[in-house]
Nanobody, 122 residues
């Protein structure tokens, strides 16, 4: 099994910064894509940023230039540095790991964390 845990959410004022972390543990064989999604009340879950095994990155237009995704494969961890936050960034942020396990090395599975709340408010 693979366990994914996010951390780093909280309350921040507009213009402030937060850094989210997400670590995977368990019988991991390889992690390919690491990604952050978010879901605000009444909205669908949307992709915020993703990074591939070769460290290519992809961002939602709404966060380009403000958010930075990075990964540490040695630690099975992905980070999301969020700067210049505004109230529209308020949401539950979820981490997704696309990985293979020691028991299923040829098949990737999406593993999700439980989410961490980010609230941007004065």
């Amino acid at each position: 099994q693979v366990h994914v845990v996010e951390s780093g959410g909280g309350l921040v004022q507009p213009g402030g910064s937060l850094r989210l972390s997400c670590a995977a543990s368990g019988s991991i064989y390889n992690i390919y894509t690491m990604a952050w999604y978010r879901q605000a009340p009444g909205n669908q879950r949307e992709l915020v940023a993703s990074t591939s095994k070769i460290a290519s990155t992809n961002y939602a237009d709404s966060v380009k230039g403000r958010f930075t995704i990075s990964r540490d494969d040695a630690k099975n961890t992905v980070y999301l540095q969020m700067n210049s936050l505004n109230p529209e960034d308020t949401a539950v942020y979820y981490c997704k790991m696309v990985a293979t396990t020691a028991f299923s090395r040829a098949t990737t599975t999406d593993y999700w964390g439980q989410g961490t709340q980010v609230t941007v408010s004065s």
